[in-house]
Nanobody, 118 residues
Framework: QVQLVESGGGLVQPGGSLRLSCATSGINFSIYVMGWYRQAPGEQRELVATIASDGNTKYADSVKGRFTISRDNAKNTVYLQMNNLRPEDTAAYYC????????????WGQGTQVTVSS
């Protein structure tokens, strides 16, 4: 059974920081591309950042220089360090695992809420 469990969300003031974690089980974590997506109310889900199995990272333009994605293959966990948060970063954040090889496998976590407000 595949599980992706996010944690670390919450309420933070503008300019503050949060670190999201996504602990996984049931997948061969090291071969998956891991990603963070977010969805604000009334908006479509959007890509925030991804990290490939070789550590290569990609970021949405809106978070470049403020967010950092990382992974710990020994702990089967992916992280998103979010600094200098802005009100427009408010959203539900979802962890994603994707593998394309012999078949395509995509898994999602249940989401964690991040609210940036004074």
């Amino acid at each position: 059974q595949v599980q992706l469990v996010e944690s670390g969300g919450g309420l933070v003031q503008p300019g503050g920081s949060l670190r999201l974690s996504c602990a996984t089980s049931g997948i061969n974590f090291s071969i998956y591309v891991m990603g963070w997506y977010r969805q604000a109310p009334g908006e479509q889900r959007e890509l925030v950042a991804t990290i490939a199995s070789d550590g290569n990272t990609k970021y949405a333009d809106s978070v470049k220089g403020r967010f950092t994605i990382s992974r710990d293959n020994a702990k089967n966990t992916v992280y998103l360090q979010m600094n200098n948060l802005r009100p427009e970063d408010t959203a539900a954040y979802y962890c994603n695992a994707e593998y394309s090889g012999l078949g395509r496998y995509i898994y999602w976590g249940q989401g964690t809420q991040v609210t940036v407000s004074s």
